[in-house]
């Protein structure tokens, strides 16, 4: 065996989150020197059934079928949070409370109240966290964040992002229940802003700043869908769209546009950064380039150019394989990981923490209590 220091992982939530996660604790000792090492020692959910067969495909060691026993264990170090978003709270302040490490799926919380209580809860307690915003740690995105940070392009004057997809176009597809809880605000607090556009304000907040104050429209395009839970129809309170125009502390301007309707779109992330220095462009569907545009090159080949981010030199790179041979989406939770585990060796926290996280859900909150009053709304700041 390894000399790493084990670390007892109990994961609440068997879903395609569920999946990313383990598939994170598998992976990273074998491609990062970490001084821990992940064992998968339980796994949580409501079905023993799917409990026990995602335990037996993943190779978690045992089973519950009710968080608060899994909390309660002596065995457990962290708790990671991969349920539907109104679950989140509850069992991470249990979770804070019983001296766990905690990893929380995105968005942190239904709202800010919330958010704030978990805060409070993991600061009381001393304990790490950190909240899976995945897209940071695609190393184009890394990089992009690392080239701002060292004022490669100036002052920066406009930030635009997009997160389209169009799987919910359908009248037909039910609301709530296993896989469509994102379409049930009860579940999930909100629809398009709290699970997309909150990663591109988790993003934008990394490399361009806070953001002050937001202007907001949303739509809910299907105004009703049966609900898979009681079978009847019932009135869809998500919003199915949203785009908000909003001001960064830095002065820059923002526009940020998400949809669950833009047909042929399953999910374009993008986002571009104007500074008057130069310019960057990311895009999820080609994640493994960087475009660059830099006013300082030589007028005759100025131009954008297309970093493809695969060097030993470039963020987590080195880590994987030899030059020009890139990596993709499932390698971001890995990375994750790899940064929670050194930073453990450390004492230092990792971002997002929880607190950092509550920035992003007090943008959210805002783009939606504008939406609803039809005003500029300013961001409650954390
Ligand atoms: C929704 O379709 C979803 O799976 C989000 O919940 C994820 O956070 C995003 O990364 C991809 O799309």
Not at 25 to 46: E, I, N, Q
Not at 128 to 134: I, Q, R
Not at 222 to 241: C, F, S
Not at 272 to 298: C, I, M, P, T
Request: proline share 3%; hydrophobic share 40%; glycine share 8%.
């Amino acid at each position: 065996m390894s000399g790493k220091k084990p670390i007892n992982i109990g994961i609440v939530g068997y879903g395609f989150m569920g999946r990313t996660h383990s598939n994170a604790y598998k992976r990273v000792c074998d491609f990062f020197d970490v001084p821990y090492r992940p064992v998968l020692k339980a796994v949580c959910g409501r079905s023993e059934a799917q409990a026990k067969e995602f335990a037996e495909r993943w190779g978690y060691e045992s089973v519950e079928t009710d968080w608060r026993a899994l909390v309660a264990r002596k065995d457990i170090d962290a708790i990671d949070i991969c349920t539907p978003n109104n679950t989140h709270a509850e069992i991470a302040i249990a979770a804070a409370a019983a001296g766990k490490m905690i990893l929380c799926e995105k968005p942190l919380a239904m709202n800010m109240v919330e958010g704030q209580a978990m805060v409070d809860a993991v600061e009381k307690a001393g304990v790490p966290n950190t909240v899976w915003y995945n897209y940071r740690r695609v190393p184009a995105v890394t990089l992009a964040q690392n080239l701002i940070a060292a004022g490669r392009l100036g002052k920066i004057y406009h930030y635009r992002a997009q997160f389209l997809q169009d799987w919910t176009i359908s009248t037909d597809l039910p609301q709530g229940g296993t896989g469509l809880w994102r379409l049930d605000a009860a579940a999930a607090g909100s629809g398009v802003t709290g699970d997309l556009l909150a990663h591109c304000i988790d993003t934008a907040l990394w490399l361009n700043g806070a953001i002050n104050s937001v202007s907001a429209m949303t739509e809910t395009f299907v105004k009703e869908r049966k609900h898979t839970l009681t079978g009847k129809v019932e009135p869809v309170k998500i919003d199915d769209a949203c785009a908000f125009l909003c001001r960064f502390e830095n002065g820059s301007l923002g526009l940020f546009e998400s949809t669950r309707y833009a047909r042929g779109h399953k999910a374009l992330y993008t986002f571009e950064v104007n500074g008057e220095k130069a310019s960057l462009r990311w895009d999820l569907h080609d994640l493994h380039r960087l475009q660059y545009f830099d006013h300082a090159d030589d007028s005759l080949v100025r131009g954008w150019k297309s970093i493809h981010v695969t060097d030993g030199d470039m963020p987590y790179m080195k880590s994987w394989w030899v030059p020009g041979l890139q990596i993709g989406y499932e390698h971001t939770f890995v990375h994750h990981v790899a940064d929670f585990l050194a930073n453990l060796g450390t004492g230092a926290q990792t971002s997002p923490t929880f607190r950092e996280a509550l920035a992003t859900q007090a943008v959210c909150d805002a783009v939606l209590d504008s939406a609803d009053a039809r005003k500029w709304e300013t961001v409650v700041p954390v």
